[in-house]
DNA sequence: ATCGAATAGTTCGATGCCTAAACTTAATCG
DNA sequence: CGATTAAGTTTAGGCATCGAACTATTCGAT
């Protein structure tokens, strides 16, 4: 009851940071009351702070602005790439305080190995900054099952059946901190969303090709990660009954005809940022090479769309690169093939973060994650 | 909270019928005294009753069977076709007690007209029988907004924007009785579900082809619908990308490769019994032209598996009748294409209910919605 | 047969959280 | 400077759950 109505109050500060108890309490319909002893259980345990009283028009008394508390405890959001290990703390308010690169030949080594770098790291930023870590957020280009939070299998990584946060908790000495881990793409899609540049943003798939092509999608401001975890695995979807065979053993699949190797072999450019160039200068050979890519990545968004009836999609990693030249194509065939674009037409964004998002789509998790369920950490806090 | 802890009783009795209280308090977590107090309170209010004390094993006293009432409230589900009207009456343990089809040609009317005799209808089974209905279902072949539950488009019918409830409310005179409209394919596949022949059955697609071809996505016991409850409309996934034209414009879509239709017409044959008789009797033309529709119907359910990460499939309508001539490719198809497959392989079953899931899964979505969430019907059932 | 152990279900007082309403504080407006 | 309006706090009261003691029923051992 009491963690239930915990959670509807630190949401609705965190939704509008500045509200008064007065706010919150019309917006959750809970009492006044209620929401003054909720809301001094957070003040005492570091989660909200209340600052000058807030200036509004006519007459009456002014109600004291609450917000969450950049001093309380922030999510650490750690990337575990191909070749780097990031890090990035971020305070409850969603503000990035810390963030770091180092790069690292992970794929040459084995996972435990790379596990003892991450807990270095970890425990590198637990010694340099005297903030509390509330939860940590591990980001891996793999499968990772919901259930067990075990990581089934990274390809590209070459891991299989690791179970991260095991391996962090012993190696890193965390306690109690929680750790989650979860698939990169499912993160880049939060961090998006997150991120405040789209207010509006809570329906949407967020696509981007690196090596593979991943998706993470958001339905009601939540992830959707199938049944097991392995769900928008948008890279395997079948584009082209005939089209070249993929590693995955099948014919036709999106990564085989628009990943980033694919791109690139297509205009015959050695990398992105030099498509890029091409495509700025008029290249014809680079333009027809990408149209195609957009065409295949209409068809394989129309089914997800037509199948899921989410409105938005926000491409992300390579794609946002080549936004400019994919929007109009991919456009028109998803108002070509989504039977529900007649009465309501598909936005298309570009993402802002870039190669950022997952980094902090993981931190904030951690954060959001104390504020989706405060009261294991202020009952922790506060004693009464 | 009472409300929230009701529902965990309901549930937990229609989950196990014949448990005991103690065997609720156990399995909820509450503790016996409250499971008694709420028990009581669904005695009165008619939802539950206590049988006869259950044989056990060892010492002690025996348990009190608690089931959900037969004689409690029941759920009438309706489902307007393309040319017929069926009601179906069902009690709160799932058993069916009244099932009627009327002929009708619905295609040639407007919606009012076909409303008045859904009224009509309605009416004509409150009057002959003396059952408490505490909830209806309507299921109807097109797209219904589940945030409105307007019926924003049923091609097969015509309509467009009907407000089912809210015409329905004032034709049959219903007084608060809660009316849902509903997708046919999406309450098909809850009918399967709840039909008790797969008792394991909470994560699964139900896949039909009838006119269209329709979907219902299951995941965790609860309907996928999508954001607006457009979603799982897997007849327009493009499985061919330079595949024939279909009727929505664009090219390659399932249901111009695989729905009833396209069999009929490459098989030959001018019905499905005759194209099941073909079959048995081993006809080579009908063998060759069943074969590609697997391998398509595979492509398609691929994508949905990829995306949703769904682990069963059944096969529902005509591709129940079809059923031994599609396993095998299908299994091929989407071991071929399935990332997940290789570490957990996709079960395909086929439906036992046939034609009649929509309807059994209208009816029952009414009672369920009353397990569900018991306490608006014993608080207006009970004064205290 | 009788007693004891085990299990089901009820009764009753205690607890905790929320609500309602009165009250205090703080601001505008005439 | 007092009336009015709104924010926030205090206090009394209510309701649902819990814990513990109690009753009821059954088996098995003496």
Redo the contacts with the bound molecule.
């Keep these: ?2 963690r ?3 959670a509807l109050v630190l949401g609705a500060i965190a939704d509008s940071p500045g509200i ?4 919150v309490a019309a917006r959750t ?6 929401v ?5 259980r957070a003040i005492v345990a570091g989660l909200v702070v ?1 600052g000058e ?1 807030a200036h ?1 028009e ?7 602005a609450l917000t969450l508390s950049p001093a309380g405890p922030h999510g650490l959001g750690v990337e575990i790439g191909v070749d780097y290990i990031a890090t990035c703390l971020v305070d409850l308010t969603g503000r990035v305080s810390r963030q770091r690169i180092r790069p690292a030949d992970n794929r040459a080594q084995p996972a435990n190995r790379v596990l003892v770098k991450v807990a270095r790291a970890i425990r590198s930023v637990f010694s340099e900054l005297p903030v509390v870590v509330g939860g940590i957020g591990v980001a891996v280009p793999g499968l990772v099952e919901n259930s067990t939070g075990l990581l089934r299998t990274a390809p590209n990584l070459g891991w299989r059946d690791v179970d991260i946060p095991a391996e962090l908790r012993d190696r890193a000495a965390l306690a109690d901190i929680p750790v989650l881990a979860g698939n990169e793409a499912n993160f880049a899609a939060l961090g998006e969303m997150w991120s405040g540049e789209h207010p509006e943003l809570r329906d949407f798939i967020h696509v981007s090709a690196e090596i593979g092509i991943g998706a993470g999608i958001v339905m009601d401001g939540t992830l959707f990660e199938g049944v097991r975890g392995f769900g928008g695995e948008i890279g395997h979807l079948s584009v082209d009954a005939k089209g070249p065979q993929c590693s995955c053993g099948a014919r036709g699949c999106l990564e085989a005809v628009a990943g980033q190797d694919a791109i690139l072999a297509q205009s015959g450019v050695s990398d992105v940022p030099a498509l890029v160039a091409r495509l700025e200068s008029g290249d014809r050979k680079a333009l027809t090479a990408v149209r195609p890519v957009a065409r295949y990545l209409g068809t394989a968004l129309s089914n997800v769309v037509n199948l899921l009836d989410v409105p938005t999609i926000v491409l992300g990693g390579t794609y946002a690169a080549l936004g400019p030249w994919l929007q109009e194509p991919l456009q028109e065939e998803l108002t070509l093939r989504v039977v529900s674009a007649a009465w309501s037409p598909i936005t298309i964004l570009q993402s802002t973060l870039g190669t950022e998002a997952a980094i902090r789509g993981a931190a904030t998790s951690a954060v959001r994650a104390i504020i989706a369920d405060p009261d294991p950490f202020i009952t922790a806090t506060v004693p009464g």
Aim: net charge positive.
């Design positions: 009851m009491r239930h109505n915990s008064s108890r007065a706010g319909g809970l009492t006044k009351a209620t003054s002893s909720l809301v001094d209340d009283p509004r006519g007459p009456g008394r002014r109600g004291t």
